[in-house]
């Protein structure tokens, strides 16, 4: 990657999800300059759309007699994304910037690389976006032995062992959460903020004691709303805290007398982080959007050296 221009900005890292992306620029030696947040994600735009769009973000930066570095992590490899980046096959090294996908841009002042997701064959499961958090995470832990946990719309558990990803399993508590929230018949008594913690935590417990039951506990809410007042706000957390419960019970050989590390920003994060000390379980929390950028400069980093 060739770097002939006077401005301060280097290479740009993206992180290209499903409904959002964040883009950072850099200098030379990786500060970030600028960043942004967009709704422009993967459900947004038409492939044929992304260079544009980039360009457009991109637009202060770019120079003439210079092509940028941008590497860029999330659903923009999918298949319904920019260009398909391949899965890696687990067990594996979170993917870095060798195994990145090199993108056929009609702009010369752009080379951009899309790194691939991580796929597991038995039991069938894919990763896409996290594998990137998971390498910045190992690239300040480089000795870390145990669990990550990523919660989300689709949050994960994934097994680390001698800087590989071992094993892991998706679970979709938040889009389930979301679902019965704004679609079904819980949607008249679910508030749409407040919380109860010792609503959530009991709910952690009865999920996990009785998992089978959890249908006609997710019932019980609506009844109990109506015969017994419960307010919005606990029927909110003990939602929560039964969906939660129920992925604890089914992740348990995941974080069970294991070392586990919650990776988020977010209140769901600290949800996950009172479930697990709730079971005796000791968690570590670790900024997303830290680990997303160190992931994508690790890559960055290891794609220089390729091309020197």
């Avoid at 967009?38 to 044929?48: D, I, K, N, Y």
């Avoid at 992590?73 to 979170?94: D, F, H, I, K």
């Avoid at 990776?263 to 697990?276: P, S």
């Avoid at 992931?295 to 050296?305: D, F, I, N, V």
Wanted: with cysteine.
């Amino acid at each position: 990657m060739t770097d002939t221009g006077t401005s301060p900005a280097h290479w740009a890292a993206v992180d290209w999800g499903t409904t959002h992306l964040r883009l950072w620029v850099l200098d030379h030696d990786h500060k970030v300059i600028r960043q942004t947040k967009t709704e422009q994600g993967m459900t947004q735009l038409h492939p044929t759309e992304y260079e544009a769009t980039l360009l457009d973000l991109l637009s202060q930066e770019l120079q003439p007699n210079r092509a940028m570095g941008v590497i860029c992590c999330g659903m923009v490899g999918s298949r319904q994304g920019w260009q398909e980046a391949p899965y890696a096959p687990c067990p594996t090294l979170p993917p870095s910037g060798e195994r990145a996908s090199r993108v056929t841009t009609k702009d010369p002042r752009i080379e951009v690389y899309l790194l691939p997701g991580i796929k597991q064959i038995s039991p069938p499961d894919v990763m896409r976006g996290e594998e990137t958090q998971i390498a910045g995470f190992l690239s300040r832990n480089p000795q870390y032995d145990g669990v990550l946990c990523l919660p989300g719309t689709h949050s994960k558990w994934v097994h680390i062992s001698a800087g590989e990803v071992v094993s892991f399993q998706t679970f979709m508590t938040g889009e389930l959460f979301a679902l019965l929230c704004k679609e079904s018949v819980l949607r008249h008594n679910i508030g749409a903020t407040g919380w109860n913690d010792e609503m959530f935590t009991n709910a952690i417990d009865d999920a996990i004691s009785r998992p089978a039951a959890i249908a006609a506990k997710l019932f019980a809410l609506r009844a109990q709303s109506l015969i017994a007042t419960l307010p919005p706000e606990a029927a909110r957390a003990r939602l929560s805290g039964l969906l939660i419960g129920l992925e604890l019970a089914a992740a348990r050989p995941y974080w069970l007398g294991a070392q586990v590390a919650v990776l988020g920003d977010t209140e769901v994060a600290q949800a996950y982080c009172t479930a697990l000390t709730a079971q005796g379980s000791p968690v570590t929390v670790t900024s997303t959007e830290r680990m997303t950028l160190d992931g994508l400069k690790s890559a960055y980093t290891a794609l220089q050296e390729m091309t020197k």
